[in-house]
């Protein structure tokens, strides 16, 4: 049976980030994806001025009230980047309403990078994204993510046991199955720290770290674990599969030379994805 997933997100038009990673993404993994755009900006807000920026949140309730009429089911719903505070209320019923038994429910709270919070996001948003996280399986902060839903300091290079001591307040905190906390620097790599409160694990995901800053990258990851993870990998193995992505997207972007700022070269990542969930 093919599976069927919602991705909650912004549309931003230029930039390969939310949306136009995620749809991509999980659509070549041979997902049925439906979507509930949450903005549309002409580009993300990192590294780019004068952007457009509409949020959607009143389009939302009448594409949910047409929705309520139609047989919806899905078996992962995978949230991301909210338009405003209003939303998130808005997001937390949709996850309520269609998350069902077995299913698998992702949350990025994606508000802050680099020790702060995104151009659009507020100090009160933040702290809604610790409620959307209450309602998910799994979620995925970056480590400014991960110190803000903490009501922590930020710190950029935590060492391996404050690394763990982290996962497991996370898990704790806001009673999710699985805490993957992305940006960690472990044993000279760049991956992804994952803990699994079920049976107490802990994992490393890691590939080599490049010496540049990029964009998107927290999508490009977050969407191939969803992906992996709904196609039945296990946690440890989505995370590696979603990193290998990542980085192979990071070393195409590189050859192509444009600015960073445009996000990177995912898909010519997909090929190799598909290949490593055994897909062709
Ligand atoms: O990738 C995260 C993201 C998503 N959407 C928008 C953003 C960002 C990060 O800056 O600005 C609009």
């Known amino acids: 049976m093919q599976k069927r997933a919602l991705a909650i997100h912004d549309v931003s038009c230029e930039g390969r980030c939310s949306l136009t990673v995620a749809l991509p993404v999980l659509a070549g993994c041979g997902i049925?994806?439906?979507?509930?755009?949450?903005?549309?900006?002409?580009?993300?807000?990192?590294?780019?001025?004068?952007?457009?920026?509409?949020?959607?949140?009143?389009?939302?309730?009448?594409?949910?009230?047409?929705?309520?009429?139609?047989?919806?089911?899905?078996?992962?719903?995978?949230?991301?980047?909210?338009?405003?505070?209003e939303q998130i209320n808005l997001v937390g019923d949709v996850l309520h309403a269609y998350h069902r038994e077995g299913g698998l429910t992702l949350v990025d709270p994606v508000m802050a990078d680099h020790g702060r919070l995104y151009a659009t996001y507020t100090k009160e948003m933040a702290g809604g994204m610790g409620e959307l996280c209450r309602l998910a399986d799994v979620i995925v902060p970056n480590m400014t993510e991960a110190c803000i839903l903490l009501g922590r300091p930020y710190v950029e290079h935590p060492g391996e046991d404050e690394v763990k001591e982290m996962l497991e307040a996370l898990a704790s905190k806001f009673s999710c199955g699985q805490v993957i906390v992305t940006g960690v620097h472990q044993a000279g790599q760049?991956?992804?720290?994952?803990?699994?409160?079920?049976?107490?694990?802990?994992?490393?995901?890691?590939?080599?770290?490049?010496?540049?800053?990029?964009?998107?990258?927290?999508?490009?990851?977050?969407?191939?674990l969803f992906a992996a993870m709904l196609l039945g990998k296990s946690t440890g193995e989505a995370a590696q599969t979603a990193v290998n992505f990542t980085h192979e997207a990071m070393v195409h972007t590189l050859e192509n030379g444009l600015p960073l700022n445009y996000g990177v070269a995912f898909e010519q990542a997909i090929p190799g994805l598909l290949k490593e969930l055994g897909l062709v």
């Open 190 to 224: 760049l991956g992804a720290a994952g803990f699994c409160a079920a049976d107490g694990s802990f994992t490393f995901a890691g590939a080599p770290q490049l010496p540049h800053v990029f964009y998107g990258t927290g999508d490009v990851f977050a969407s191939a």
């Open 32 to 85: 049925h994806t439906a979507v509930l755009p949450t903005a549309l900006l002409s580009t993300h807000t990192g590294e780019f001025t004068g952007y457009s920026c509409l949020d959607l949140t009143e389009e939302m309730g009448r594409i949910l009230g047409h929705w309520a009429t139609l047989p919806l089911k899905f078996d992962g719903l995978y949230s991301g980047f909210l338009g405003s505070f």
